[in-house]
């Protein structure tokens, strides 16, 4: 009898453990339906002076950017879109705050662009940067090759100095100019309730079993 007795505690354990991150998945559905309304929210708001810098909670705010382009060649950041596989067209815009990257839009592959210049006023979604690379594919500085929009590899890429530490996607200009704006996909993955009841079932089923192994064999 007392040999069973390890193994109810352990299941109990258990039990108390997946009940854990069930809570766990509660919470983390709460923050990312938060999180879904706030963005939803900026999407749709006036755009706001682009600031000097930014952090993760500041991402996807409609911001506004008044200066002039930096002669300098784009960086081509491979990209697939609804538009089909291509890139996305990264150029510097100084302003009197700062020098910010600025994506001005997807164009398909094997095309190029001729680098902006002149003054412009720039609305689109801020954005923050994405160093490295992508899964399996790391930024390739020396041969211009771009697989994320790594603000400060592309600006030092670039010898543009200090910039901004994000970039903004720009909005929509006409149908049919390119580079394409307005391709951001705004979308945040929330299984968290699926995970939550995952986790509870398996409280449940450890909890119950836990309780017939106290019980111990019928008479």
Do not use: C
């Not at 009197?96 to 662009?113: K, S």
């Amino acid at each position: 009898m007392r040999a069973r007795w390890p193994l109810v505690a352990l299941a109990a354990l258990a039990a108390v453990l997946f009940a854990g991150l069930g809570v766990w998945q509660v919470e983390r559905r709460a923050w990312k339906l938060a999180l879904i309304d706030r963005v939803e929210a900026r999407l749709v708001a006036a755009p706001v002076v682009a600031p000097r810098t930014a952090s993760d909670a500041d991402s996807y705010t409609r911001v506004r950017a008044a200066g002039r382009w930096v002669p300098r060649a784009p960086a081509y950041v491979q990209a697939v879109t609804d538009l089909g596989p291509g890139f996305w067209v990264v150029a510097p815009l100084t302003t009197d705050r700062a020098t910010i990257l600025v994506n001005r839009g997807f164009v398909p592959a094997g095309m190029r662009v001729a680098p902006a210049t002149g003054p412009a006023i720039v609305t689109g979604l801020l954005r923050v940067t994405e160093p490295g690379g992508a899964f399996l594919r790391r930024n390739d500085p020396r041969a211009d090759r771009w697989f994320s929009r790594d603000v400060a590899a592309i600006a030092a890429a670039r010898r543009l100095g200090a910039v901004a530490p994000y970039f903004i996607d720009a909005d929509a200009r006409t149908s049919s100019q390119w580079p394409r704006g307005g391709l951001t996909m705004v979308r945040f993955r929330n299984n968290h309730l699926v995970y939550a009841l995952t986790w509870f079932a398996l409280s449940a089923m450890t909890a119950w079993f836990a309780w017939r192994l106290a019980r111990g064999p019928r008479a």
